[in-house]
Antibody, heavy 123, light 108 residues
Framework: EVQLVESGGGLIQPGGSLRLSCAAS????????MSWVRQAPGKGLEWVSI???????YYADFVEGRFTISRDNSKNIVYLQMHSLRAEDTALYYC?????????????????WGQGTLVTVSS | DIQMTQSPPSLSASVGDRVTITCRAG??????LNWYQHKPGKAPKLLIY???SLQSGVPSRFSGSGSGTDFTLTISSLQPEDFATYYC??????????FGGGTKVEIK
């Protein structure tokens, strides 16, 4: 059974750093793309970052170099290291597995999600 | 990044109603469009991928259509468990996977 369990959230002061973890089971993270998505209080879903199976990484524009997505293949864990946190980064952060179907072109979709970990940036 | 605009932002409907939610992309995204259902306190759930393909286990009352810039999610007969917020997501470029603003479906 595929499971994703996020951890590492908490209350952090503006300018601080936090590392989120996403422990995966039931599949191998290095064989999949993995992504982080967040939801600020009262707002919609917002894509944050993705790491490809080959290791390439991409980020939403609002990240502005402050976040780093990575993975530990031996532990089957994906991380999101966040620095220079701002009040507007306050959100529930979800980890998601990205699956794909290959055809003439490849289509991607987020088929498994964790329950999220809450990050609150406040003084 | 590609802008994704959903409408309406919210709607009220009754059990048994046919419900249609629209998503418009800021550029041609062919059929690279997914739909998710999200309930408070739960993980989002994939309903439709590639604009019209039903994810395994999702009831057949959900359907998706469209291509290019205009897409639709239809619930043929709304059930009590369908009251939730629905999001579209473009995957034209896997380097930036933008979500729409969401449509909240509420009980009338």
């Amino acid at each position: 059974e595929v499971q994703l369990v996020e951890s590492g959230g908490g209350l952090i002061q503006p300018g601080g750093s936090l590392r989120l973890s996403c422990a995966a089971s039931g599949f191998i993270i290095s064989s999949n793309y993995m992504s982080w998505v967040r939801q600020a209080p009262g707002k919609g879903l917002e894509w944050v970052s993705i790491i490809y199976s080959g290791g390439s990484t991409y980020y939403a524009d609002f990240v502005e170099g402050r976040f780093t997505i990575s993975r530990d293949n031996s532990k089957n864990i994906v991380y999101l290291q966040m620095h220079s946190l701002r009040a507007e980064d306050t959100a529930l952060y979800y980890c998601a597995r990205v699956s794909s179907i290959s055809g003439a072109v490849t289509t991607y979709y987020f088929d498994y999600w964790g329950q999220g970990t809450l990050v609150t940036v406040s003084s | 990044d590609i802008q994704m605009t959903q409408s309406p932002p919210s709607l009220s409907a009754s059990v048994g109603d046919r419900v249609t939610i629209t998503c418009r992309a800021g550029q041609n995204i062919k059929k690279y469009l997914n739909w998710y259902q999200h309930k408070p306190g739960k993980a989002p759930k994939l309903l439709i991928y590639a604009a019209s393909s039903l994810q395994s286990g999702v009831p057949s009352r959900f359907s998706g259509s469209g291509s290019g810039t205009d897409f639709t999610l239809t619930i043929s007969s709304l059930q009590p468990e369908d009251f939730a917020t629905y999001y579209c997501q473009e995957t034209y470029s896997p380097r930036a996977l933008t979500f729409g603003g969401g449509t909240k479906v509420e009980i009338k």
